[in-house]
Nanobody, 124 residues
Framework: VQLVESGGGLVQPGESLRLSCVAS????????MAWFRQAPGKAREEVSC????????YYSDSVKGRFIMSRDNAKNTLYLHMNKVKPEDTAMYYC??????????????????WGQGTQVTVSS
């Protein structure tokens, strides 16, 4: 079971960025999938989480209305579409997963699998 993130980089405030998380060793449609972020000196934050059946997606208040999580089952890939980014979105972004029966959304459980992270820096 492996997760590999990509797509991070340096962007200016107000721009858009798309992060990708390619899963291997399991099927994303059978798993709870989430994006977390952590900035230096700050606590880890759950940004978004999708229930395995895809019927509900959670967003933190800090990104609601700006970020969209999507899942491509055919590519076994999770995405985070980041729109209207702000300097406070600067952080290392991690993809995480746990199988159905192990709900990780909204902090219910610690994810079993983590990616290595991709850095997003928002600065003019």
């Amino acid at each position: 079971v492996q997760l590999v993130e990509s797509g991070g980089g340096l962007v200016q405030p107000g721009e858009s960025l798309r992060l990708s998380c390619v899963a291997s060793g399991f099927t994303v449609s059978d798993y709870y999938m989430a994006w977390f972020r952590q900035a230096p000196g700050k606590a880890r934050e759950e940004v978004s989480c999708i229930i395995w059946h895809g019927g509900y997606t959670y967003y933190s208040d800090s990104v609601k209305g700006r970020f969209i999580m999507s899942r491509d089952n055919a590519k076994n890939t999770l995405y985070l579409h980041m729109n209207k980014v702000k300097p406070e979105d600067t952080a290392m972004y991690y993809c995480a997963a746990s199988p159905r029966g192990s709900d990780i959304c909204q902090g219910r459980r610690e994810p079993r699998t983590w990616g290595q992270g991709t850095q997003v820096t928002v600065s003019s």
